[in-house]
T-cell receptor, first 114, second 115 residues
Framework: GDSVTQMEGPVTLSEEAFLTINCTYT??????LFWYVQYPGEGLQLLLK?????DKGSNKGFEATYRKETTSFHLEKGSVQVSDSAVYFC?????????????FGAGTRLFVKA | DTAVSQTPKYLVTQMGNDKSIKCEQN?????MYWYKQDSKKFLKIMFS???????INETVPNRFSPKSPDKAHLNLHINSLELGDSAVYFC??????????????FGPGTRLTVL
């Protein structure tokens, strides 16, 4: 079945550091890929998405490129801020037995220190 | 003008009680979901409805019963609450069902505590 694997957290960085959160997936079809962010005490919100190979999703300085050859969708940001502290979820949407499903990774908590 | 709203935000109750959580979306979306998030932030899909029809029903105890009176509402009723039901429950909606249309909009969550 489909699955999403994210790097384990927490990830702790100083302000202005470079961020990478790794995400790899397995899928039976041709999935769409997403990154969601959850700030403390809130629901998840979409950060960025990509729907086909080599697409780059970007938003708020975050980027991720759909790499079909390595089945990866790593999240990057060049210079993190304290306000980026949150839990980040990688997800895929794919057609499987029983219809389309969204599969979420386990989430990676990011702490950014001032 | 909240897109996806849930009530209540907090729910504290005794074991064995029955409770309901309500969800409404004003985005005109066709598909709605219920998720359970445990204390380690792991997110598990419970149910999904498309145009009021149940399309995903994961392995969830039958004490949990979703009800969709119309496309804009998806409620979750839980019978005979157990300690292990304590979690944050999220409602979400998406424009369609599958692929790029599966970008989901989440509600603020309902924190359920069973004593």
């Amino acid at each position: 079945g489909d699955s999403v694997t994210q790097m384990e957290g927490p990830v702790t960085l100083s302000e202005e550091a470079f961020l990478t959160i790794n995400c790899t997936y397995t899928a039976t079809g041709y999935p769409s890929l997403f990154w969601y962010v959850q700030y403390p005490g809130e629901g998840l919100q979409l950060l960025l998405k990509a729907t086909k190979a080599d697409d780059k999703g970007s938003n708020k300085g975050f980027e991720a490129t759909y790499r079909k050859e390595t089945t990866s969708f790593h999240l990057e940001k060049g210079s993190v801020q304290v306000s980026d502290s949150a839990v980040y979820f990688c997800a895929l949407s794919d057609l499987g037995t029983g219809g389309f499903k969204t599969i979420f990774g386990a989430g990676t908590r990011l702490f950014v220190k001032a | 003008d909240t897109a996806v709203s849930q009530t209540p935000k907090y729910l504290v109750t005794q074991m064995g009680n029955d409770k309901s959580i309500k969800c409404e979306q004003n985005l005109g979306h066709d598909t709605m979901y219920w998720y359970k998030q445990d204390s380690k932030k792991f997110l598990k899909i419970m149910f999904s409805y498309n145009n009021k029809e149940l399309i995903i029903n994961e392995t969830v105890p039958n004490r949990f019963s979703p009800k969709s009176p119309d496309k804009a509402h998806l409620n979750l009723h839980i019978n005979s609450l157990e300690l292990g039901d304590s979690a944050v429950y999220f409602c979400a909606s998406s424009q369609g069902y599958g692929g790029p249309y599966n970008e989901q909009f989440f509600g603020p969550g309902t924190r359920l505590t069973v004593l």
